[in-house]
């Protein structure tokens, strides 16, 4: 199974609000990514969680915050975004056991958020 | 900093010819090369990756080489097919890090 899957598809949500995007995976591997994609660009790194604790921040906004439970889920809270913040947020994991820290990631389908 | 260039940023192609996308990295530690393909609205799916140990990897249509010396790579696909129609990133992951690092994209566009 090489599948990430990512909750919700789909999400709308005011500047006010509270929401969580999840990500799960069962391939076992011991490093998971947050990226944002906005259109027509790269996917851009925000945070990377290996064996569990956050190992990257790339400078990201405090209204974005990561969230690592066990080993297989991965979230991300947020709050008090802004429009800006619409974009597609994608999830991704690698490092199998026995692993390298440069093996193949693996993307989920992504959530595609909407900051009204 | 750490930079991937990606070049074209959009390539046309009549369907059956090959097309050839370029990257240039900046950092020599770098070790780990993969492509990905992504369609609209879709995920980036990997296509086919390189280590820095190995010059060229061929799977089917599609070939990456590597040139350590220069610190560029690139995707070589044959016999294109209006499929290959899609967004295309290069990336590199520094040596001992957990950071992929993307270029900015080819829009690829397979003419029938």
């Known amino acids: 199974d090489t599948e990430v899957t990512q909750t919700p598809k789909h999400l709308v949500m005011g500047m006010t609000n509270k929401k969580s995007l999840k990500c799960e995976q069962h391939m076992g591997h011991r490093a998971m990514y947050w990226y944002k994609q906005k259109a027509k660009k790269p996917p851009e790194l925000m945070f990377v969680y290996s064996y569990e604790k956050l190992s990257i921040n790339e400078s990201v906004p405090s209204r974005f915050s990561p969230e690592c439970p066990n080993s297989s889920l991965l979230n991300l809270h947020l709050h008090a975004l802004q429009p800006e913040d619409s974009a597609l947020y994608l999830c991704?994991?690698?490092?199998?056991?026995?692993?390298?820290?440069?093996?193949?990631?693996?993307f989920g389908p992504g959530t595609r958020l909407t900051v009204l | 900093g750490e930079n991937v260039e990606q070049h074209p940023s959009t390539l046309s192609v009549q369907e059956g010819d090959s097309a050839v996308i370029k990257c240039t990295y900046s950092?020599?530690?770098?070790?780990?090369f993969p492509w990905y393909k992504q369609e609209l609205g879709k995920r980036p799916q990997l296509i086919i990756d390189i280590r820095s140990n190995v010059g060229e990897k061929k799977d089917q249509r599609i070939a990456v080489t590597l040139n350590k010396t220069a610190k560029h790579f690139s995707l070589h696909i044959t016999e294109t097919q209006p499929e290959d129609s899609a967004v295309y990133f290069c990336a590199a992951c520094f040596s001992g890090t957990y950071k992929y690092i993307f270029g900015t994209g080819t829009r690829l566009k397979v003419l029938a």
């Open positions: 991704a994991s690698s490092l199998p056991r026995g692993g390298q820290a440069t093996d193949t990631q693996y």
């Open positions: 950092d020599s530690a770098s070790n780990y």
